[in-house]
């Protein structure tokens, strides 16, 4: 079936840094896949979505793109803030089985120190 | 406007007793899902509807698990017979429609304890 690999964490960076999160899906149709982040205290909210090969989502200075031919879905961000501190999920969505259900990968907590 | 909503935010109860869950979906969102969250198994789909029917129940853990959706709106996830290991915490989200890509939204949750 479906799934979602992301790199374990905590992944621990002081401000400023350089950011990748590795993604990686299995699918067997064409999916959509998103980056949600989980805040302390928060509920779950969509950081960027791709909806086809090639696309690239950004927001917050957060950029993914949708690589078909590494079935990949990496995000990253140039310099990250104390406040990017969360934990983001990388998802996939497949309506090919004639449901949007969202698969999720396991998690990947961020912390970042001044 | 509002958001999803969801009730109660925490429930702690006995095994062996029933819980029933509420959402309240965005206005206007006909697509309503339920996940649960828990440090075991991550986040996991549950069950997802289309107006009041739902095409997908692959979700659901057993038959204790049963959910319905009235009037295209309010859901309510029900657990029969509660076991300890149904301690997570139980997300709903909803979109506008079930299609490729579109974007759901979260509620903040109900975290559900069985003692």
């Known amino acids: 079936g479906d799934s979602v690999t992301q790199m374990e964490g905590p992944v621990t960076l002081s401000e400023e840094a350089f950011l990748t999160i590795n993604c990686t899906y299995t699918a067997t149709g064409y999916p959509s896949l998103f980056w949600y982040v989980q805040y302390p205290g928060e509920g779950l909210q969509l950081l960027l979505k791709a909806t086809k090969a090639d696309d690239k989502g950004s927001n917050k200075g957060f950029e993914a793109t949708y690589r078909k031919e590494t079935t990949s879905f990496h995000l990253e961000k140039g310099s990250v803030q104390v406040s990017d501190s969360a934990v983001y999920f990388c998802?996939?969505?497949?309506?090919?089985?004639?449901?949007?259900?969202?698969?999720f990968g396991t998690g990947t907590r961020l912390q970042v120190f001044p | 406007g509002a958001g999803v909503s969801q009730s109660p935010s925490n429930k702690v109860t006995e095994k062996g007793k029933d819980v029933e869950l509420r959402c309240d979906p965005i206005s206007g969102h006909t697509a309503l899902y339920w996940y649960r969250q828990s440090l075991g198994q991550g986040l996991e789909f549950l069950i997802y509807?289309?107006?009041?029917?739902?095409?997908?129940k692959s979700g659901l853990p057993s038959d204790r698990f049963s959910a319905e959706r009235t009037g295209g709106s309010v859901s309510t996830l029900t657990i029969q017979r509660t076991q300890q290991e149904d301690s997570a915490v139980y997300l709903c989200?909803?979109?506008?429609?079930?299609?490729?890509?579109?974007?759901?939204?979260f509620g903040p949750g109900t975290r559900l304890l069985v003692l």
């Open positions: 998802a996939l969505s497949d309506w090919g089985h004639n449901t949007d259900k969202l698969i």
């Open positions: 509807f289309q107006g009041n029917s739902a095409p997908d």
């Open positions: 989200a909803s979109s506008l429609a079930a299609s490729s890509g579109e974007t759901q939204y």
